[in-house]
Antibody, heavy 121, light 107 residues
Framework: EVQLVESGGGLVQPGGSLRLSCAAS????????MSWVRQAPGKGLEWVSG????????YYADSVKGRFTISRDNSKNTLYLQMNSLRDEDTAVYHC??????????????WGQGTLVTVSS | DIQMTQSPSSLSASVGDRVTITCRAS??????LNWYQQKPGKAPKLLIY???SLQSGVPSRFSGSGSGTDFTLTISSLQPEDFATYYC?????????FGGGTKVEIK
């Protein structure tokens, strides 16, 4: 059974940093693209960052480029999101999501329940 | 960036109704369009990928159609468990984009 479990969220002041983790199980992690998708309270979904299906290329939304860094450790089956220079508008539940296929496609067939990041002074 | 526009933003319907939600892309995305269902406090669930392919385990009352810029999600006979918010997402190119969502409520 595929499982994605996020951790690392919490309350942080504007300008602060946080690192999110997503522990994956139930599939061959290194074969699939992975992404972070966030949802601000009461709002819709926003793609944040992702690895392509090849697992080597990384991509970012303009809103986080230069502040967030996505990484993965295939030996630990874990996806990370390093978030620096956090802003109020980064407040959201952050989900990790797995791509459905091993090719360079971006449909997400499994999602974690998410971890809440609150940026506030 | 490609913008995704969903309509309506909300709708009220009864059990058994046929429901149609539309999604428009700001430029052609071929068939790189996916649909998700999200219930309160839960993670999104993939329903339809590549515009019209039904994800494994999803009931056949859900269907998707369209290509280019205009897409449709149809629920042929609304069931009580279908009351949720639905999102379209393009997977044509990064940055990926989601529609604003359509909340399906009980009439």
């Amino acid at each position: 059974e595929v499982q994605l479990v996020e951790s690392g969220g919490g309350l942080v002041q504007p300008g602060g940093s946080l690192r999110l983790s997503c522990a994956a199980s139930g599939f061959t992690f290194s074969n699939y693209g992975m992404s972070w998708v966030r949802q601000a309270p009461g709002k819709g979904l926003e793609w944040v960052s992702g690895f392509s299906g090849s697992g080597h290329s990384t991509y970012y939304a303009d809103s986080v480029k230069g502040r967030f860094t996505i990484s993965r450790d295939n030996s630990k089956n874990t996806l990370y999101l390093q978030m620096n220079s956090l802003r109020d508008e980064d407040t959201a539940v952050y989900h990790c999501a797995k791509t459905k296929r091993t090719s360079n496609d971006w449909e997400f067939d499994y999602w974690g329940q998410g971890t809440l990041v609150t940026v506030s002074s | 960036d490609i913008q995704m526009t969903q309509s309506p933003s909300s709708l009220s319907a009864s059990v058994g109704d046929r429901v149609t939600i539309t999604c428009r892309a700001s430029q052609s995305i071929s068939s790189y369009l996916n649909w998700y269902q999200q219930k309160p406090g839960k993670a999104p669930k993939l329903l339809i990928y590549a515009a019209s392919s039904l994800q494994s385990g999803v009931p056949s009352r859900f269907s998707g159609s369209g290509s280019g810029t205009d897409f449709t999600l149809t629920i042929s006979s609304l069931q009580p468990e279908d009351f949720a918010t639905y999102y379209c997402q393009h997977s044509y190119i990064t940055p990926l984009g989601f529609g604003g969502g359509t909340k399906v409520e009980i009439k």
